[in-house]
Every structure is written in structure tokens, then in C-alpha cells.
């Protein structure tokens, strides 16, 4: 298990249609060869950042749709990659169906992800049986292969929960990540948790919860820096989250800026370089102080 991961995510394929090209429709075949180009603009961001950092601690989390040359190049490069298997912004279906075992074999990544949106109480009995019966064949897959496997976990809150103060929908979501991953680990206890940020004074509840043979990395969920900066800091005192998972908050602002043809292709890599060493300094630091 590795003692630190720096996860860039680009794994976005609904979310990368709607909130980067801002494509409303179907997107047509120049779209698709868009987003496939802008990936690749990521990954030359994360190349150039991983220039000043230990390799072993950084990885890529890259979908074979828009990605499958990117993780031909992650191999060759001896990049630790993780690949998702879930419909993209749905719950926990597999993208290419009863085929996704084939999949996994012949992109080979390290870690395999899936991401569950799970709601702990009982309106989502059948939705989250589903779910799980989903994660079982993967998870039995994961283990006949020897793939880890990585479990993305969103918590939703419903209206109600959601009319309450800051704290209290923070204490709430905590609460139900709780329930949720006790209800997950029924089925398979992950090498890796990729949790929303909590305040401090949650996460030693959900510690708790997660067997030792797991560890913690913490999601930006597209937020602004300054909120992601919080999470970070509330998250590095526990040694049993390892890193973090930050995606659109690192590449989002440069990839738009490059679409309007303000920057170029070279410094919107940069840029997200820049962003995504930021995060790794920032913590780093965090992690030392604690």
C-alpha cells in the first residue's frame, strides 16, 4: 500500500461535456475529438508537474473513452493509473455492461474505480441493492485479477438535510458517509476510499469505521481552491488518509481560458503544472506541521 497519492483525475466524461465545453445536446464528432485533445493538454500538465515529485507518489485517473492513447502513454511511462468502470453520472452501473472485465484487462491499470453515489436510508433500499450487487462482481473480479480497487463514495442530502446551517449538513453527510461505508464494506473493504472533504472533527468517526486495509484520499468535487485548501488542512492530521483526488478545481479555469484562445496550448499545461504542484506542496506542508 503507498504511503502517499496525488491523484489527477480527468476521468469526466458527462461533467466534461456539460461544464467545459458547455454543450447542452449531444455533442457531435469534432466535440469528442475536443475533449480527447483537452485530456491530453491535462496530461501534459501533470507530465511537466511530476518532474518535481517523487513519480511513485503521483498517479492519473483516466476513462478509456476519451483517454484510451493517454493510458497507452501511462504505461510506457510507468505511471500509476486508475481507470473507472461506472456510467459516467449515474449510480453505480458499468459502462460497457457485462464486457467490463475485458475492459479492465486490456487497459491493465493499477486501480480500478468505481463510483457509488449512495444514500444510506431505507427510500434507497433498492437503488443502493442494486449498487451493491454491482460492486460484489466487480470486487470478486478485482480480487481474481489482484486489482485494487478504489470506491468513490457521494453522499447525497436530501432537501431537508440540505435547509440546515453549514455544520450541520457537514455533521449530517459525515454521518451518513459513515452508514454508507458500513453498509459498502459488507461487500469489499477497498485498498482506497475517495471521500468528500469533512471538517476535522468528523473524519476521526469515519476512520473508525474503515477497516485498517484501507486508506483515505480526499475529493476536490470541482470546489473552489480556497474550500478544497480547508479540506485538505482538516484532513492532514490522520495518518490514515494518504493523499487526495483534486480533478476540475486543478484544470477547469485553464482549459477554459484555452478555449476562448487567450493562452496557449503550452501554458494552459502549464498552468495546470502549476495548480496541480500547488496541491502537493500544500499538503505536504499540512502533513509535516501535523
Not at 214 to 223: A, T
Amino acid at each position: 500500500m503507498k504511503k502517499n497519492i496525488y491523484i489527477l483525475p480527468f476521468d469526466h466524461r458527462s461533467s466534461f461535456i456539460k461544464d467545459i465545453l458547455k454543450i447542452k445536446g449531444e455533442p457531435t464528432a469534432s466535440d469528442l475529438k475536443l475533449i480527447k485533445d483537452l485530456k491530453k493538454i491535462i496530461f501534459e500538465g501533470f507530465l511537466l508537474a511530476s518532474q518535481d515529485f517523487n513519480k511513485k507518489d503521483l498517479a492519473i485517473l483516466v476513462d478509456e473513452k476519451f483517454g484510451s492513447d493517454i493510458i497507452k502513454q501511462a504505461h510506457q511511462k510507468n505511471i500509476t493509473l486508475c481507470i473507472p468502470v461506472e456510467k459516467s453520472g449515474q449510480s453505480f452501473a458499468f459502462e460497457y455492461g457485462k464486457n467490463f472485465g475485458k475492459h479492465i484487462l486490456k487497459q491493465n491499470p493499477d486501480y480500478v474505480k468505481a463510483l457509488l453515489r449512495y444514500d444510506p436510508i431505507p427510500q434507497n433500499t433498492a437503488l443502493n441493492k442494486f449498487q451493491l450487487k454491482n460492486l460484489n462482481e466487480l470486487a470478486s473480479f478485482c480480487k481474481k485479477y489482484k486489482y485494487k480497487l478504489l470506491i468513490e463514495l457521494l453522499v447525497p442530502l436530501s432537501r431537508k438535510e440540505l435547509t440546515g446551517s453549514t455544520i450541520e449538513q457537514d455533521k449530517k453527510r459525515a454521518q451518513k458517509t459513515v452508514l454508507a461505508i458500513q453498509e459498502i464494506q459488507t461487500i469489499v473493504s477497498p485498498a482506497i476510499w475517495k471521500l468528500e472533504g469533512m471538517r476535522r472533527k468528523d473524519w476521526p468517526m469515519i476512520i473508525k469505521t474503515i477497516k485498517p486495509n484501507s486508506k483515505i484520499v480526499v475529493l476536490g468535487r470541482g470546489e473552489s481552491k480556497e474550500q478544497v485548501k480547508q479540506w485538505l488542512s482538516d484532513a492532514a492530521p490522520y495518518p490514515s488518509i494518504i493523499g487526495f483526488a483534486i480533478g476540475r478545481t486543478i484544470f477547469k479555469e485553464a482549459l477554459e481560458i484555452y478555449l476562448k484562445k487567450d493562452i496557449s496550448r503550452q501554458e494552459a499545461a502549464l498552468w495546470i503544472a502549476v495548480e496541480f504542484s500547488f496541491f502537493i506542496n500544500f499538503w505536504q506542508k499540512k502533513r509535516k506541521n501535523n
